[in-house]
């Protein structure tokens, strides 16, 4: 049994090797053309397109996206993968970096070790575990059945520049368009209220923390 442990984990690894050799995204706007992106990390197992909702407002409102594809959509087999993306677009000067549940985790640890880049962490249901200086803004549903909420009151202690808003009525995975995540509770509001509102949030974020 441990042998057959060992070597599913080895294929998990030559998996995220394989898959990480190059980086794959999806893109809304044009970031090539703009100083100011949102770079996202999907949550853990969901399929990145699931997100298009908000990511779409997100770039409607005038900031491009970039999704990061992760091997086997599962951000922690390969949280680094924002300095690869990074590096493929130089002129950006402003980079926030974002994500759902697994991902924002992911995002933010990133963050944690390039405060020289990173002009602010956006977390929809999720929580960081490193220590961020830069500005925070939080977002999760008072309907959230699956956010630990032990480690996401831990996690905001590490933050010292925390806006925190909780959607009233929203849940885990209304941030997504994936179906009902198990675990979860019931929302109260639809998913295309819970989309506006953090659409709006994120926007308005970005938009006071972008310096000249």
Excluded at 14 to 33: F, H, K, N, W
Excluded at 76 to 81: E, F, H, P, Q, W
């Amino acid at each position: 049994m441990r042998r057959a442990f060992r070597c599913l984990a080895f294929v998990l690894i030559a998996l995220a090797l394989l898959c990480s050799c190059r980086t794959q995204t999806i893109v809304y706007g044009d970031p090539e053309r703009s100083d100011v992106v949102v770079l996202f990390y999907p949550g853990g197992k969901v399929d990145p397109n699931a997100y298009s909702p908000i990511l779409e407002g997100i770039c409607d409102d005038g900031i491009p996206v970039i999704v990061a594809k992760m091997p086997l959509n599962l951000a922690i087999l390969d949280g680094n993968m924002a300095s690869r993306i990074v590096r493929d677009y130089p002129n950006v000067r402003h980079w926030f970096l974002a994500g759902h549940s697994l991902g924002g985790v992911m995002a933010s640890s990133w963050s944690s070790k390039h405060t020289d880049i990173v002009n602010g962490v956006i977390l929809l249901a999720s929580y960081t575990t490193k220590s961020l200086s830069m500005p925070v803004l939080s977002v999760y549903g008072s309907n959230d059945g699956v956010l630990n909420l032990q480690k996401y009151h831990k996690g905001m202690e590490l933050i010292s520049n925390l806006e925190e808003h909780v959607i009233e009525g929203g849940n885990h995975c209304q941030f997504g368009d994936y179906g009902f995540q198990k675990g979860d509770n019931e929302a109260t509001i639809s998913r295309q209220e819970q989309t506006s509102v953090t659409v709006d949030l994120i926007a308005a974020f970005i938009n006071k923390h972008i310096s000249p």
